[in-house]
């Protein structure tokens, strides 16, 4: 089973910019979907982003297009999250996870059986 750590959270002011990583311990992770989701208090977890394994497609939840860049690296078996132009509604605590390789982006977490523990992203307003 892979294992996933997430790295780059932080506290940051409305219109700042944050990167998070996700660092695999498999280079099953080079054959794997990869998405990011966050889960702010009280709310259930949301899909943010996903990216297929060969990184030819991505996907964005509506909320952050524009804004946030998925991207991988499979020779350093690490995704990244650019997070640009970050606003208050963007504090959460954000996990990587990855899946079997799909053609398509799956935005429901059930698809995906590895996850990191988490990193928390503050946005102060």
């Known amino acids: 089973q892979v294992q996933l750590v997430e790295s780059g959270g932080g506290l940051v002011h409305a219109g700042g910019s944050l990167r998070l990583s996700c660092a695999a311990s498999?280079?099953?992770?080079?054959?794997?979907?990869m998405a990011w989701f966050r889960q702010a208090p009280g709310n259930e977890r949301d899909f943010v982003a996903g990216i297929t394994w060969t990184g030819g497609k991505t996907y964005y939840a509506d909320s952050v297009k524009g804004r946030f860049t998925i991207s991988r690296d499979n020779a350093r078996t690490t995704g990244y999250l650019q997070m640009n132009s970050l606003k208050y509604e963007d504090t959460a605590v954000y996990y990587c996870a990855t899946s079997g390789p799909r053609w398509a982006i799956m935005l429901t977490e059930a698809f995906y059986g590895a996850w990191g523990q988490g990193t928390q992203v503050t946005v102060s307003a």
């Open positions: 498999a280079r099953t992770f080079s054959a794997s979907n």
